[in-house]
């Protein structure tokens, strides 16, 4: 069986970001909506898992998807009411 999670750092792997995308571009072609897609990049990642190794880079992908999950305050939270 395929993983969906990396074994090292417990995060989504890249089969389940396009095993979900596919089927949120299937549901907004079905539904006629739009969908955004925000890609982020963290800067200086190489130089972490060349510099300190690859657990120090575990923990600091762990520490920006566990910031990254944190709740957006009421004023940032963004509503799709049409």
Excluded: C, W
Excluded at 22 to 39: E, G, H, P, V
Excluded at 53 to 63: C, F, I, P, Q
Aim: a neutral charge; hydrophobic letters at 40%.
């Amino acid at each position: 069986m395929l993983s969906y999670y990396d074994d090292i750092t417990g995060l989504a792997n890249h089969r389940l970001f396009t095993d979900r995308l596919k089927q949120m571009l299937r549901l907004s072609r079905r539904q006629d909506k739009s969908l955004a897609l925000l890609f982020m990049d963290l800067d200086g990642f190489k130089l972490i898992n060349e510099s300190y190794g690859h657990s120090t880079g575990d923990a600091v992908l762990k520490e920006a998807a566990s910031r990254l999950a944190l709740p957006i305050t009421h004023k940032l939270q963004l509503d799709n009411q049409e």
